[in-house]
């Protein structure tokens, strides 16, 4: 059994802002953003998926439910979708009773970068993230989460550092060792999942897998929109590069 979280509880308001639907059910090539998420997770094998919502969580839950999928899917409730993502994932921390996929509603990615994550030998006490060493494609750096490497583990993570060697895609592999981390990080405030991640770093316990050209995009703005736009119509669907055709030498001719 294959099974993923999606955390898509937030307002979005960068890109949904004044629009009377959540941002996961925003279209990218007339498909909302959460199906594209949910049948990429179907074509990769996953049995079952939890949905945290909360900002227009009804709303979301009728427009999920309009699709057919064969996944088994579960919605989970977040009231306090105000506080930071990491809160979300604490809300759904009953569904890991494993090695878990976490991704977010909101980026889209080819299937290495999912697979990445799933080939990692995880031990049970430590989690993975698929990152992408290749810093200069990324579509909008001021917004991505860096990470600093240490090897193949994280050494620091967040949107402001400064020094990085890699971006976070979006892609996790979990065990509940990270939702222990976030517990101790939490407080009134909620806790961001770097701050889970940075907990479980500091214990040399995440660690990082390497998508290389797979593609991925965050989908958080009107320009990053038309930006997955592009590369959809450009990909298909699935953002998958073709593979490249063999080189073809012409045979030597004897004299």
Do not use: Q
């Not at 009231?79 to 996929?101: I, Q, R």
């Amino acid at each position: 059994m294959k099974r993923a979280i999606i955390l898509a509880a937030g307002k979005g308001t960068r890109l949904v802002n004044g629009f009377d639907f959540p941002k996961p059910l925003k279209r990218v090539a007339g498909v909302p953003l959460i199906v594209r998420v949910l049948r990429s997770l179907e074509a990769e094998g996953v049995d079952e998926v939890g949905i945290v919502v909360g900002y227009l969580a009804d709303t979301l839950i009728a427009g999920v439910r309009r699709y057919d999928f064969d996944l088994d899917i579960t919605f989970v409730r977040n009231d306090a979708y105000d506080k930071p993502n990491g809160t979300s994932l604490l809300t759904a921390a009953h569904l890991v009773e494993g090695p878990t996929l976490l991704m977010m509603s909101d980026h889209l990615w080819s299937p290495g970068v999912v697979r990445a994550a799933l080939r990692f030998p995880l031990p049970p006490d430590a989690a993975v993230l698929s990152v992408d060493r290749d810093v200069p494609r990324c579509f909008d750096l001021d917004d991505a989460t860096k990470v600093r490497l240490d090897g193949d583990r994280i050494a620091a993570i967040g949107k402001e550092l400064t020094e990085y060697d890699a971006l976070d895609t979006g892609v996790f592999r979990i065990t509940p060792a990270l939702i222990d981390a976030l517990r101790e990080a939490d407080g009134p405030a909620g806790c961001s999942l770097s701050a889970g991640v940075g907990a479980l770093a500091a214990r040399g316990k995440m660690f990082v897998a390497d998508v290389g050209d797979s593609l991925w995009i965050d989908v958080d703005t009107p320009e990053a929109h038309a930006a997955a736009e592009k590369l959809i119509a450009r990909y298909g669907d699935r953002l998958v590069r073709p593979a490249a055709r063999p080189v073809v030498r012409p045979a030597a001719v004897a004299v």
